[in-house]
């Protein structure tokens, strides 16, 4: 790691203050002690992340008698907000690996296998292993697919070599995305970033790594020698205005080359070449690092289902959830929790947090007879960091304002310390107490 100038003094202030942050974040939408509701509802949910183990935990604690039914083809829980701190040498891989046993509660079924068929008409599942699962509920938190086949050319075996970095694609690649950083800053040269022109878990990610890079330069001493590049899919860098603006002011002091209207279609990794899309047709950019973000899709099990909108984001597949309760328009027995659902904005593991008090209310005051009021407003967060030590902590809504969670301590648009803190440090607890169902 290169963080080498923090002392230890400030190793233990950062300890110190992060537990006070992680319960200052976490008293939001903690479940209130209550008289558990006795049912015989047979509930499913698809997907062990952030969501679905988060409301298993919570049901667990508001239902009696419910057979709750959690399906996951994948032992590994990963803490996905960790992927960039490990692609920028701060942490190992392992920081953001632990297992689904270690979260899941108890009185739950686990299945550690992916749907394979989902019906909502039948009100059934069926999962790669052949077992078939009636439900009278249906979570869906199966989040989404990265679609790294429509990048061609590009193949995860490559990543860590010849200047390509894939973060996205899991807590090993991320490391591997650090390893080939850390060679390229040495020497110096051109790094091109991108985003796809789908929707994306933490549309701040790519900006973040592109700061981070030109950090790194700095740090090494290479940045003068090297050219930092962010091509956007469209005119705008971010999905808010205001805070685009701020982002134009940050390339600019960064002497950051933004290139608009690109989309990534090509990776030539032994020429180290990336073509794009153009509205002029296509242009392909020399690189001697880059990293690669593709589409991002509901997986196949879903898009096939009949759950995705018809009308909007139709090669994407997002389930069509209504915005404020998540409950699905056509199958008022299904909801949606994190990057599946089919609103404007709310890919992110803060969203999640959020999402959690709305689907355990609708669901848990149906089946006492009565009707949830609870309501998700479009809250998405993005400690979007500029360099090691600084970030801007972004909360805004489904209409783009600004919804500080702590106004007057944390200036939204200004590149604090206590931002970068919250991100680097005390994320991470609080994430943990909302696997539990406790944040």
């Known amino acids: ?61 508001r239902l009696e008698g419910a057979e709750i039914t959690l399906v996951d083809g994948r032992q590994e829980h990963w803490y996905q907000p960790g992927f960039t701190l490990i692609a920028a040498g701060l942490k190992p891989a392992s920081y953001s690996v632990s297992r689904n046993e270690q979260w899941l509660p108890r009185p739950v079924r686990y299945i550690n296998e992916y749907a394979a068929e989902l019906d909502p008409e039948t009100q059934r599942v069926t999962t790669t292993g052949g077992t078939r699962l009636d439900y009278d509920y249906l979570i869906v938190a199966t989040g989404l697919i990265l679609d790294w086949d429509a990048i061609g050319g590009f193949s995860l075996d490559l990543v860590g070599q010849n200047g390509l970095g894939a973060v996205y694609a899991g807590p090993e690649y991320a490391a591997k995305t650090w390893r080939a950083l850390d060679e390229f800053a040495t020497r110096g040269g051109r790094a091109v970033f991108m985003r796809p022109t789908t929707e994306m878990k933490c549309a701040g990610a790519p900006l973040k790594y592109s700061f981070l890079t030109d950090d790194h330069l700095r740090r090494k001493g290479t940045r003068d020698a090297s050219e930092v590049v962010y091509t956007t899919n469209s005119q705008a860098l971010f999905g808010v205005p205001i805070v685009t603006e701020k982002l134009e002011l940050i390339m600019r002091r960064q002497d950051i080359n933004v290139v608009r209207h690109h989309v ?31 589409p991002q899709r509901a997986p196949q099990v879903i898009r096939d289902s009949g759950l995705s909108w018809a009308d909007r984001w139709t090669d994407q597949g997002w389930i069509e959830v209504e915005m404020d309760t998540l409950r699905h328009k056509r199958y008022p027995n299904v909801f949606g929790i994190g990057d599946i659902n089919g609103v404007p904005k709310g890919k992110t593991a803060a969203s999640v947090k959020w999402h959690l008090p709305v689907v355990e209310d609708h669901l848990v005051s149906e089946l006492a007879g009565g009707e949830g ?14 360099r090691v030590g600084r970030a801007m902590l972004i909360e805004f809504d489904y209409h783009d304002n600004l919804v500080p969670s702590f106004p007057g301590v944390v200036a939204p648009l200004e590149e604090l310390w206590i931002s970068w803190l919250m991100k680097e440090v005390a994320l991470k607890a609080t994430y943990n107490a909302m696997l539990r169902g406790r944040a």
């Open 1 to 61: 790691m290169y963080f080498s100038e923090f002392t230890a003094s400030r190793r233990t202030f950062l300890g110190m203050a992060a537990g006070s942050l992680a319960l200052v974040a976490g008293t939001g939408s903690t479940p209130v002690q209550a008289a558990k509701t006795r049912t015989s509802a047979k509930i499913v949910i698809l997907g062990a992340g952030a969501g679905g183990m988060a409301i298993a935990n919570r049901l667990v604690d």
């Open 373 to 386: 009021t609870r309501t998700y407003n479009g809250y998405t967060s993005c400690p979007l960091i500029t």
């Open 264 to 294: 990534l279609k090509a990776i030539d990794a032994g020429a180290r070449k990336a073509t794009f899309d153009t509205p002029d047709g296509e242009v392909t950019l020399d690189y001697d690092f880059t990293n690669v973000v593709p």
